[in-house]
């Protein structure tokens, strides 16, 4: 179970008995275009074709996935761990938006999250300890008992156990279906950043552009983020669970996937390069994950990879609203891109729906 007691409920919207049955109609069927297919884009095409809209996404990429941030996240539910830098509001929203993934979308891995540090960086762990919430302290014999490869390596760890984490290229994969199915058509290889005239031939109702960092033009407190991240795969350690190893300097997680592999991420730089990973980062990325366990030093590198986070000033993310409601923004999701697309999707419904007028991520322009 992922959120606290209480927390787990799930309104579907407007008009419909639930997200989970086929194309439940609301009051009235509109045609919704949505821009881009990264993980915001996908969640809003899910959540409108459920509902029985008529959905169209356009994605400037010939092939799914290949230009968007999100195929580089580490994908982790944490809402949680996130609370160590995030705003309260993230935290928040993340258990909320937990449960809908729980709800919709399968593949999401249930084993919590456990915290670590070096014995010269124990400070670290009580530092993390302070600033966040939904973690009990255990020590070498629990830590052995979740993760045999790490026994003797830690005295103490944090344990969160109501956070999750996924593949992200499966997950992806799956939620693209997911919309499929429920009557979502995708558009790859088509570009948005057309003029007002042939949006206009678009013939959309609603616009909903998830563009990422492509909507800069039209949002101008927009930033890039870069977030660097190696995937490697060993033969010799297995993690259940996503593992953060604290340091004063280096943010450092690594994600199991399937087969052996393990996503080391990942670095968070003021920069919006998209150039190849540097030697530094990877550095710094690999010397955290030796630290973790030696055995990373037999890992074969799979892909080491560089993107860029769109994010707002303040690093939340927001539903913009403009045109009285016929175009709408969905962006800035800084590092919780996954954590809250749900969350942000049924704002963004429900606004359309009627039923919400105010929301801590709602924006009107
Ligand atoms: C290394 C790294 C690790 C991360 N780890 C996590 C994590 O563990 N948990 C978490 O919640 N978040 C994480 N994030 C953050 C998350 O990845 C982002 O918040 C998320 O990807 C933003 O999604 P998006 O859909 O807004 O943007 P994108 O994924 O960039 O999608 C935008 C899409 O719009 C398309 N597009 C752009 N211009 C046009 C146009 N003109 N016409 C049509 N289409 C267009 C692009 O091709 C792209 O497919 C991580 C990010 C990085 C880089």
Same mark, same amino acid.
Request: charged fraction near 20%; include cysteine; aromatic fraction near 8%.
């Given at each position: 179970?992922?959120?606290?007691?209480?927390?787990?409920?799930?309104?579907?919207?407007?008009?419909?008995?639930?997200?989970?049955?086929?194309?439940?109609?609301?009051?009235?069927?509109?045609?919704?275009?949505?821009?881009?297919?990264?993980?915001?884009?996908?969640?809003?095409?899910?959540?409108?074709?459920?509902?029985?809209?008529?959905?169209?996404?356009?994605?400037?990429?010939?092939?799914?996935?290949?230009?968007?941030?999100?195929?580089?996240?580490?994908?982790?539910?944490?809402?949680?761990?996130?609370?160590?830098?995030?705003?309260?509001?993230?935290?928040?929203?993340?258990?909320?938006?937990?449960?809908?993934?729980?709800?919709?979308?399968?593949?999401?891995?249930?084993?919590?999250?456990?915290?670590?540090?070096?014995?010269?960086?124990?400070?670290?762990?009580?530092?993390?300890?302070?600033?966040?919430?939904?973690?009990?302290?255990?020590?070498?014999?629990?830590?052995?008992?979740?993760?045999?490869?790490?026994?003797?390596?830690?005295?103490?760890?944090?344990?969160?156990?109501? $956070?999750?984490?996924?593949? /992200? !290229?499966? +997950?992806?994969?799956?939620? #693209?279906? @997911?919309?499929?199915? =429920?009557? &979502?058509?995708?558009?790859?290889?088509?570009?948005?950043?057309?003029?007002?005239?042939?949006?206009?031939?678009?013939?959309?109702?609603?616009?909903?552009?998830?563009?990422?960092?492509?909507?800069?033009?039209?949002?101008?407190?927009?930033?890039?983020?870069?977030?660097?991240?190696?995937?490697?795969?060993?033969?010799?350690?297995?993690?259940?669970?996503?593992?953060?190893?604290?340091?004063?300097?280096?943010?450092?997680?690594?994600?199991?996937?399937?087969?052996?592999?393990?996503?080391?991420?990942?670095?968070?730089? $003021?920069?919006?390069?998209? /150039? !190849?990973? +540097?030697?530094?980062?990877? #550095?710094? @990325?690999?010397?955290? =994950?030796? &630290?973790?366990?030696?055995?990373?030093?037999?890992?074969?590198?799979?892909?080491?990879?560089?993107?860029?986070?769109?994010?707002?000033?303040?690093?939340?993310?927001?539903?913009?609203?403009?045109?009285?409601?016929?175009?709408?923004?969905?962006?800035?999701?800084?590092?919780?891109?996954?954590?809250?697309?749900?969350?942000?999707?049924?704002?963004?419904?429900?606004?359309?729906?009627?039923?919400?007028?105010?929301?801590?991520?709602?924006?009107?322009?």
């Amino acid at each position: 179970m992922l959120s606290p007691p209480g927390l787990d409920m799930v309104s579907p919207g407007a008009g419909c008995v639930s997200w989970k049955k086929e194309a439940c109609v609301l009051r009235s069927n509109r045609n919704i275009v949505i821009f881009g297919a990264g993980i915001l884009g996908l969640w809003q095409a899910l959540l409108f074709a459920r509902s029985g809209h008529q959905v169209r996404v356009i994605e400037k990429s010939r092939r799914p996935f290949s230009d968007a941030a999100s195929q580089y996240a580490g994908a982790m539910i944490a809402p949680f761990c996130e609370a160590e830098s995030a705003e309260a509001v993230v935290r928040e929203l993340g258990f909320e938006a937990a449960a809908i993934w729980r709800q919709l979308v399968p593949g999401l891995i249930e084993n919590g999250s456990l915290v670590v540090a070096g014995a010269r960086d124990q400070n670290e762990l009580k530092r993390f300890a302070r600033l966040t919430e939904g973690h009990e302290t255990i020590g070498a014999a629990s830590i052995a008992e979740l993760e045999p490869d790490l026994a003797d390596r830690f005295h103490a760890a944090l344990y969160f156990e109501h $956070e999750a984490h996924m593949i /992200t !290229p499966t +997950t992806m994969q799956a939620i #693209l279906q @997911l919309a499929m199915d =429920a009557g &979502a058509s995708f558009d790859f290889g088509e570009d948005a950043s057309v003029s007002s005239v042939a949006r206009a031939k678009l013939n959309a109702d609603i616009i909903v552009d998830c563009r990422g960092l492509g909507a800069r033009e039209e949002l101008p407190d927009l930033r890039g983020v870069r977030g660097e991240r190696i995937l490697v795969r060993t033969r010799e350690l297995n993690l259940s669970r996503p593992v953060r190893l604290l340091h004063p300097r280096y943010p450092f997680y690594a994600v199991p996937w399937d087969n052996g592999r393990v996503l080391i991420g990942a670095t968070l730089i $003021e920069s919006e390069d998209t /150039t !190849p990973m +540097t030697v530094r980062s990877a #550095l710094e @990325l690999l010397g955290m =994950a030796y &630290a973790l366990h030696p055995a990373f030093g037999e890992a074969e590198i799979l892909e080491m990879s560089a993107g860029v986070r769109p994010s707002f000033s303040d690093n939340i993310p927001r539903v913009i609203v403009r045109d009285n409601g016929r175009h709408l923004f969905v962006n800035g999701a800084y590092r919780h891109g996954f954590l809250l697309a749900p969350m942000l999707a049924r704002v963004t419904h429900d606004f359309v729906a009627g039923t919400v007028q105010t929301h801590p991520l709602l924006l009107k322009q």
